[in-house]
């Protein structure tokens, strides 16, 4: 096992304002054997990275542990004794980046007696976070190791932290980067609910491709290009001999545009779901962060753990029923909400209620980034599982249906 520590920098545990670091140093060492990396690095936040689940493997004997622990060695130095917390990352054979924390104390020891008139080391020592006590370097080493063993390191393979997010940024990621980048496909799947949406461009007019199945046979697909608009439903379905689309004209039946309005609204309040999802995440905690990919792309990954009840005692209703409902469909609800816009607090109330039983008592949500910044998917786990796709950034193209396929009602 070939263990190198690099990049080895840490805070005074207690001593520094939250999120920044107070102290640093740096080091390095390695030692030859078997193929693996570890790569120790500085924590920018101590509660923003957990150490992901990792599947069991089969693992070397504790023997095999013990010696290699025993053959390796970490030197660091540090400004002055106190408590220091680390973090460690690494990259597993499946390319899965694990990540821990751990507490080294320094204590201050003459070198040697040579050396006792010139300067002193800070010699390392290890602790658990939870219950802080002294403990031989060795065993730390011990620790990693055993970390490890969840699956063999590549070869010559190094891990980097992820970048630090707050909450607040991890929540209103996707929407800023949706508000300069909106040429992009996006795949939605919920509870038995599907949406697809192709979209070229922001302003009004822009191409788009929208197809969205909410099952009990209700679904369809509308195409908008600059020149026309095309409907179909339910999706794949014929609508004449050899016709699968209409060409959406001033001819088109009312009930038909009626039909396209309502598909249109509801598929688009949920694939911008993400904007509601946003109020509630930005009331979360965040739990864990890690660098993904093994040959593939690499992928930054975000999990924030959402108390429902308390973050539902603080949501901006208004806002919510905006995103999520703007246009009701009976006029009940539409009278409800409005209490809830005037500030009735008995509707408030039932709404919030509504709103924590749709969702459970918990929700966590996971969002993958490339390293360029560009969302790629993100998990709500709620009482149902809402997945978004991204993909096309900034290539995806509408197409009108073949001529041949479209049906035009005329006059």
């Not at 620790?143 to 010559?156: F, Y």
């Not at 309005?261 to 509801?266: F, V």
């Amino acid at each position: 096992m070939a263990v190198s520590t690099s990049s080895l920098a840490a805070w005074r545990a207690g001593s520094s304002p939250a999120g920044r670091p107070a102290t640093a140093a740096t080091a390095t060492t390695s030692r030859s054997g078997p193929t693996g990396s570890v790569s120790v690095a500085s924590v920018v936040r101590p509660s923003a990275v957990t150490v992901p689940a990792a599947k069991a493997t089969p693992r070397p004997s504790p023997a095999t542990i013990a010696s290699a622990a025993t053959r390796t060695g970490l030197h660091a130095r540090f400004p002055r004794p106190g408590l220091y917390r680390l973090w460690a990352q690494f990259r597993d054979a499946r390319g899965r980046v694990l990540t821990t924390t751990f507490t080294l104390e320094a204590r201050q020891e003459t070198r040697t007696k040579r050396a006792q008139n010139d300067s002193q080391a800070l010699h390392v020592r290890t602790a658990p976070c939870s219950d802080v006590q002294s403990m031989h370097v060795r065993r730390l080493l011990l620790v990693i190791l055993l970390v490890i063993t969840a699956g063999l390191m590549t070869t010559g393979s190094t891990a980097t932290l992820p970048p630090g997010r707050s909450v607040a940024a991890i929540a209103t990621l996707v929407g800023d980067y949706l508000a300069t980048h909106p040429t992009v496909k996006r795949v939605l799947r919920s509870s038995g609910i599907s949406v697809t949406l192709i979209s070229c461009g922001a302003e009004t007019g822009s191409p788009t491709d929208l197809s969205a199945d909410f099952g009990h046979g209700f679904s369809g697909r509308l195409i908008r290009t600059r020149n026309a608009t095309y409907f179909q439903t339910p999706i794949g379905s014929e609508i004449a001999p050899g016709k699968y689309f209409d060409k959406v004209t001033d001819y088109y039946e009312p009930y038909s545009l009626l039909g396209i309005g309502t598909l249109a609204m509801m598929a688009t309040n949920l694939i911008d779901g993400h904007r509601a999802h946003a109020l509630l995440i930005n009331r979360g905690r965040l739990t864990a962060a890690s660098i993904e990919g093994g040959t593939g792309p690499h992928t930054i990954h975000y999990t924030v753990h959402i108390d429902v009840r308390r973050a539902v005692e603080r949501l901006n209703l208004p806002a919510y029923i905006a995103y999520t409902n703007p246009m009701p469909l009976d006029q009940r609800t539409e009278e409800e909400y409005a209490k809830v816009r005037a500030g009735d607090p008995a509707a408030q109330a039932r709404l919030r209620a509504r709103i924590a039983g749709d969702l459970g008592p918990s929700a966590d949500y996971e969002l993958w980034v490339d390293l360029s910044g560009r969302p790629v998917r993100y998990v709500l786990s709620a009482k149902t599982r809402t997945e978004m796709a991204f993909s096309d950034w900034g290539t995806c193209m509408v197409n009108a249906p073949p001529s041949e396929r479209v049906r035009e009602l005329k006059g």
